[in-house]
């Protein structure tokens, strides 16, 4: 996947003074073999400085690991762990970091062998508290022996690639938002505090760039990428050049303004005037660089195309935008839901847009023209569309958002994509998420969310939920679709 970082962790033992400096030493080693037998070695770094009780053991450390290269760090209490300086060095690290502590191994061995790192956990997040040390990955049950905590580690390795990923992420947006289209509007402060760029452009600037792509002479190889990828589904084979050459207009405009960031997305105007102007819709070419791992949202989304790039980062593979769009039709939950899958109605609900899903994730694609825009205006102008049902399977909901009034907030629900064939038009599909019709009103609705969603294509709302909390949004403020049995605070007690 292209655009996303590459991660490497630096595991760092520590060791109280008055604990075997070998103790730390042989699990931290124990750690790297469990990790190493199971997921990529190329993941992790063996820091070779245990930190016992100093502070120059902590420069040493923190200068080895970034000569070694690592953007992630972990603090493995071998033991009861350094306070001080164990905290220091996630203080002065520049990059996402976790603690994870040692368990003990055997009670054969609990007198010369006991590392009490359960009990070193807890002054650790007392002393990060202390020095302001915030964001720190801690897992649910952060104490296990080697194989434990190699999978700790692991479950690390998504976030802190998303957490990276954003800290060198530019967006660049095209146009204000469509006239009478107030709900993806919100305001960039938040980008700059969590440490992402943004470039804004007007559609006059795209359009002169894309005509300076006429003739191109990479347009003929683009094409006929986009024939092989289309397939049969090529219903539309006289716009693919100038979708050629729109792709690659963006794709230079990349290169050439993504400035010291090292990733981009990109948030596109896509009406009323571009289809009249460029003579068609961007959809099939959002699609594809999505795909790539350059996410490009539509309506001048920023905070959706923000959105998808942390999904990307979080799964290494496509992710999509859509409308929370519209309800089920009764008839068809009847025919095709109803007793077949454990929903009930006002759980399920279609996720739609106009055609900017990834072929990979439709169970067949075919270029078509935009329907809704094709009401008012020629059809040979609404063509680039890329149409047809997303593929059945495990998804996640989730938006991350600067309200109104500057305050960041976040939504993630979990749920699939049934195999249930939607009879419409667009990138759509029949989604399904328990609790849904309540999560609608009282974190959607009450929150104040606009209607685009990224949806990623597995269960990863953990992943999702440590981000948001890492980057800075207050965990009051990231909504999740409650259980029957436990209601939200806006919600009415008497039904």
């Known amino acids: 996947m292209l655009n996303v970082p590459k991660v490497k962790i630096g595991i760092v033992a520590v060791s109280r003074d008055c604990f075997p400096e070998s103790l730390a030493v042989n699990r931290r080693k124990a750690l790297v073999?469990?990790?190493?037998?199971?997921?990529?070695?190329?993941?992790?770094?063996?820091?070779?400085?245990?930190?016992?009780?100093?502070?120059?053991?902590?420069?040493?450390?923190l200068e080895d690991i970034k000569a070694a290269g690592c953007n992630a760090l972990v603090v493995y209490l071998g033991?009861?762990?350094?306070e001080i300086s164990e905290t220091l060095l996630a203080k002065h690290f520049e990059g996402p970091k976790?603690?994870?502590?040692?368990?003990?191994?055997?009670?054969?061995?609990?007198?010369?062998?006991r590392g009490d790192a359960y009990c070193g956990m807890l002054?650790?997040?007392?002393?990060?508290?202390?020095?302001?040390?915030?964001?720190?990955?801690?897992?649910?049950?952060?104490?296990?022996?080697?194989?434990?905590?190699?999978?700790?580690?692991?479950?690390?390795?998504?976030?802190?690639?998303?957490?990276?990923?954003?800290?060198?992420?530019?967006?660049?947006s095209f146009g204000p938002r469509p006239l009478n289209f107030l709900a993806c509007n919100a305001p960039i402060k938040q980008l700059y505090n969590l440490g992402v760029e943004i470039e804004e452009n007007s559609e006059l600037d795209l359009f002169e760039a894309f005509n300076k792509h006429a003739d191109d002479p990479?347009?003929?190889?683009?094409?006929?990428d986009m024939e092989a990828e289309l397939g049969k589904g090529n219903k539309k084979p006289q716009i693919l050049a100038k979708l050629a050459q729109y792709e690659l207009t963006l794709l230079d405009w990349i290169e050439a303004h993504k400035g010291y960031r090292e990733?981009?997305?990109?948030?596109?105007?896509?009406?009323?005037?571009?289809?009249?102007?460029?003579?068609?819709?961007?959809c099939y070419v959002n699609s594809r660089l999505t795909g790539r791992g350059i996410p490009v949202s539509c309506e001048v989304d920023i905070y959706g195309a923000l959105s998808e790039y942390i999904g990307t980062c979080i799964t290494g593979d496509a992710v999509t935008l859509l409308d929370i769009n519209n309800s089920v039709p009764k008839d068809m939950f009847r025919e095709s839901i109803e007793g077949k899958f454990d929903y009930k109605h006002t759980d399920t609900f279609m996720g739609f847009h106009c055609g900017n899903t990834c072929s990979s994730k439709l169970v067949s694609c075919s270029m078509e023209y935009q329907m809704i825009m094709a009401r008012?205006?020629?059809?040979?102008?609404?063509?680039?569309?890329?149409?047809?049902?997303?593929v059945p399977g495990e998804i996640t909901f989730y938006r991350l958002q600067s309200t109104s009034d500057n305050i960041l907030r976040a939504y993630v629900a979990e749920g699939e994509v049934l195999p249930v064939a939607t009879r419409s038009f667009g990138?759509?599909?029949?989604?399904a998420i328990p609790e849904m019709g309540r999560f609608y009103r009282h974190v959607l609705i009450e929150g104040g969310y606009p209607h685009h969603g990224a949806v990623a294509f597995g269960h990863v709302g953990k992943y999702l939920f440590e981000v948001f909390k890492m980057i800075g949004v207050a965990q009051d403020e990231i909504g999740y679709n409650h259980p029957a049995a436990l209601p939200y605070k806006s919600e009415n007690p008497f039904k």
């Open 79 to 82: 033991n009861f762990g350094p």
């Open 98 to 113: 976790m603690f994870v502590a040692a368990a003990e191994e055997t009670q054969d061995d609990l007198k010369g062998g």
């Open 427 to 431: 990138g759509i599909g029949v989604f």
């Open 218 to 224: 990479r347009i003929p190889d683009v094409v006929k």
């Open 263 to 282: 990733y981009v997305a990109i948030a596109g105007k896509c009406w009323p005037a571009f289809q009249t102007q460029f003579g068609f819709v961007p």
């Open 123 to 172: 002054n650790a997040s007392y002393n990060l508290k202390l020095r302001n040390v915030g964001n720190v990955y801690i897992p649910e049950y952060p104490v296990g022996d080697a194989e434990d905590c190699a999978d700790m580690i692991h479950e690390f390795l998504p976030v802190a690639r998303a957490v990276v990923g954003l800290s060198k992420l530019k967006i660049i």
């Open 33 to 61: 073999e469990a990790y190493a037998k199971k997921y990529d070695a190329a993941d992790i770094y063996e820091c070779p400085i245990c930190i016992v009780e100093s502070e120059i053991h902590m420069v040493q450390s």
């Open 376 to 390: 008012s205006l020629p059809i040979e102008v609404t063509n680039g569309t890329l149409e047809g049902d997303i």
